[in-house]
DNA sequence: CTCCAAGGTAACAGATTTGTAACAGGGGTC
DNA sequence: GACCCCTGTTACAAATCTGTTACCTTGGAG
């Protein structure tokens, strides 16, 4: 969920559109999923977790206010905020954009200046360091908001890596990740660091969850990786 | 500095437009108190601490844009979230006015009902839980209304700076706030600060909350920020 | 059982991040 | 003007975290 370069979702139809776009968000410095309809849009908001989400008004399928809504009122999701881009200047489609939860509306043609300045700011504001309900596994509760972690009631003392590494784990616990996966997702993308460094966070992660007693809810999966449960 | 309706402060030279948006504005809940030209609009900021202040782009004498400059320079006034009124639907004005500062822009002819969205954006936005009620964490008790502050009993003397530092992490105590979002919203936004300069008054409040004994308060959360609790 | 690759982990040498005192400048007040 | 309070920046020390290495243990194929 976002290391270093802000993750932007691109949902737009128009081919044309979407490759100027994602070419100047590349350039800014963001990375860049697209989308070109409603349904890949959802599932990708779930799947990538982007940090921010470019959203055309006019989509094939469920439109952008639909998906708009449903980014809103999903816990997960909510707090990723949401620029709406429309050709209509319409007024009451601007206010309806906004009251729906959109934390930003452009009217096309607006310029890429003007967008990129609404991207930053955007960024800027709602970006917490990890983002997230407090997420539970066993007796283990993690909290994104509070950057809290406890175990059976007794808080836990994580290092940053390990506080993300947990957070990987516990949002999908039992799935296996290999340590090119978790390099990827903890340490950041394109980031040289030796996998056999990820064994020595874990044995970190380990020993700060046991220290008070307590099974390891870490799970070596032999020629593969770790798994939480 | 608003009790309970929020005040906003309007700086138009126009009487009829004047006119339509103050009776708008009080229809909507606002208190709101007018400015016709720069140099009012400036001493009415500093007197009555407006919530939200309304800004012309064209005025006679001190211009629109540099009123905006002046109130996101100076501390004391630079959380006041600023919505531009322009009629130049120029797009280089519009980044221009954003990047001075304005959190917002519109440009005429608007519509009341677009103003009034945006208004309730902005005000969701800066406005902390402060105002009318005293927040309280542990023995700490801050009153918005009267800017005091008094840890078990005892009163506690803060700077500006302390004191929205302050009343932002009692919002939400627990949460963490990354020393970006402290500078958004405890100095304002588009203000160049260093990151570090969080770090000294975060100290600052510490030392003053401490000052009479007392277990501090605040966490630090190592590579993400800080937070109450 | 033997052997080897895979995984566990202590230790260490940096590298980062944070706490804080000191300082200089801006504004306001008298 | 002299004074005072508040700010933002800086520099340095202290605290903490990191990645790597080296050396062990483990698992399982044969």
Redesign the pocket.
Known sequence: MSAERPLVLLVEDEPAQREILRYNLRSEGYDVSMAENGDDAIVLVDEMGPDLILLDWMLPGVSGIEICRRVKSKRATAHIPVIMLSARSDEMDRVRGLETGADDYLTKPFSVQELMARIRTQLRRTRPATVGQALEFDDIVLDGETHRVSRGGAPI??????FRLLSTFMEKPGRVWS?EQLLDRV?GRD????T??V??????L??ALCQHGGADP?R???????ALG
Chains 1, 2 share one sequence.
Do not use: S
Request: proline share 3%; charged share 35%; hydrophobic share 25%.
């Open positions: 003392k994580l290092g940053p890596t390990e340590r340490w980031v040289y660091v030796d056999r460094t064994d020595v966070h874990v044995g970190r380990r020993k870490v070596t999966v032999r020629g593969t990786g770790y």
